[in-house]
């Protein structure tokens, strides 16, 4: 919740009795419901990057994690299977983390790898490498109309690639324009579009996402229990199998980062939601602690 300017006593006042009674109540749901989870082993802890380690950036290479982050996932990974489940590239995402002995997964779950990608082998899913050179045609065809979208940052990936229009001086306009672009020659060469936080995704029209991701890494490590945190549109599907997880008898916990665009579904099917990337870090720490 955003708090008057200070100075705005009365308002002050009830701002900060609302924050500690929302805070309590957090907090309070966050311990019965963690403590359930992370006391099976074995134990996951699936995380996403972008809005839920790191905060938002003007730019995917200016992203950083949040100060304190590295350190939890060292302490994490000696108590439980801890992976990191990005829409990045691989080595992207995992080049910004740079701690081994975590499992990577990366384009939404198109590439794996149980380690830094810098010193294990990748593995890739073998029916998405016929989307390469249909991924590479509509970035280059963006990227032919770069003079009239001012602010648009292509990010080429192995597979497809993320259009980001965060500082596009209309980003509702921008969106518009790419798609009216993109539609057309998408659908030519069987390749989906779809809408991230101020991002237009070109992606594999395999049936892949993370929800399925997840579930793969609940199986690799016969996981009885594991934690999913997230916050954007391709996080929900992760944040559904965690209720599926759960009715097959695993203990599964979902986290949701709210920020002010955050979508109300991923809010609706969240068992405990944090607010922004400091409350992610936060409730991380208390989750390390507990192990």
């Given at each position: 919740m955003a708090c008057p300017r200070p100075g705005a006593l009365p308002n002050m006042v009830q701002c900060i009795k609302a924050a500690v009674?929302?805070?309590?109540?957090?907090t309070g749901m966050s311990n019965e419901k963690i403590n359930t989870v992370l006391s099976q082993k074995p134990l996951g802890l699936v995380l996403d990057i972008d809005g839920t380690l790191s905060p938002i950036a003007p730019t995917p290479e200016e992203a950083r994690l949040y100060p304190g982050v590295v350190s939890l996932?060292?302490?994490a990974r000696d108590h439980a299977h801890v992976a990191i489940m990005t829409g990045r590239a691989i080595e992207n995402g995992a080049a910004m983390v740079n701690v081994d002995g975590l499992?990577?997964?990366?384009?939404?779950?198109?590439?794996?790898?149980?380690?830094?990608?810098?010193?294990?082998?990748?593995?890739?899913?073998?029916?998405a490498l016929a989307y390469v050179e249909p991924g590479k045609y509509l970035l280059d065809l963006v990227e032919q109309?770069?003079?009239?979208?001012?602010?648009?940052?292509?990010?080429?990936?192995?597979?497809?690639?993320?259009l980001h229009y965060r500082l596009s001086p209309d980003p509702e306009y921008t969106r518009q324009k790419i798609w009216s672009i993109l539609e057309e020659p998408?659908?030519?060469?069987?390749?989906?579009?779809?809408d991230g936080k101020r991002i237009v995704e070109v992606r594999v029209p395999l049936k892949v996402d993370k929800g399925q991701a997840l579930r793969s890494f609940v199986q690799h490590?016969?996981?009885?229990?594991?934690?999913?945190?997230?916050?954007?549109?391709?996080?929900?599907?992760?944040?559904?199998?965690?209720?599926?997880?759960?009715?097959?008898?695993?203990?599964?916990?979902?986290?949701?980062?709210?920020?002010?665009?955050?979508?109300?579904?991923?809010?609706?099917?969240?068992d405990i939601v944090v607010q922004g990337v400091e409350g992610m870090a936060n409730l991380l720490r208390e989750m390390v602690d507990l192990l």
């Open positions: 009674v929302l805070k309590e109540k957090i996932l060292e302490r499992t990577y997964i990366g384009t939404h779950g198109l590439e794996w790898c149980d380690g830094l990608p810098t010193l294990h082998p990748v593995e890739i899913l073998p029916e109309h770069l003079p009239a979208l001012p602010g648009v940052i292509v990010q080429r990936k192995r597979f497809g690639g993320s998408a659908r030519q060469v069987n390749m989906s579009l779809s490590f016969g996981l009885r229990g594991v934690v999913f945190a997230g916050d954007d549109r391709t996080d929900l599907d992760a944040v559904l199998e965690i209720a599926r997880l759960r009715q097959e008898g695993i203990a599964a916990l979902a986290i949701v980062v709210q920020h002010p665009d955050t979508l109300r579904e991923m809010l609706a099917n969240a």
